[in-house]
């Protein structure tokens, strides 16, 4: 994990040791956060994944999940929104409402991803 979080890394390298520590001993909600604030859009658009992967009870997890899916980055709202959509907890759907972003023109994946992460709320 000491390899994620080093900036100054080359970002593949981060997000296959990512995928590595999630797979071997799992990622403390606590690095997760920090990997949510990244500068870096692939790194969050992982951490948003994850969040919902392992700790998507958790209402802290849940709460930097809806927050990524209103992030700048389209690529980072798209995976947020996806993996909230894996998750059945009406309590975030009027935030999801309020946060979604305007997808950009032509993205139509961040579109469709915002609406199954709102559906998915109503079922």
């Not at 790194?43 to 009870?57: G, K, M, P």
């Not at 959509?85 to 946060?99: E, F, H, K, M």
Request: aromatic share 2%.
């Amino acid at each position: 994990l000491r390899i994620a979080r080093d900036t100054e890394r080359p970002v593949v390298q981060r997000t296959e040791a990512l995928w590595l520590a999630q797979r071997l001993d799992g990622i403390s909600l606590a690095d997760l956060e920090r990997l949510a604030a990244d500068g870096e859009e692939i790194v969050r658009a992982q951490a948003a994944r994850l969040l919902i992967d392992e700790y998507r009870s958790d209402p802290k997890a849940l709460s930097l999940a809806v927050g990524l899916a209103a992030d700048g980055s389209a690529l980072v709202a798209r995976e947020a929104s996806a993996a909230l959509a894996r998750v059945r907890d009406r309590s975030i759907l009027d935030t999801l409402l309020d946060r979604a972003p305007e997808p950009a023109e032509g993205d139509t994946l961040l579109d469709y991803g915002q609406r199954l992460a709102m559906s998915a709320q109503l079922k």
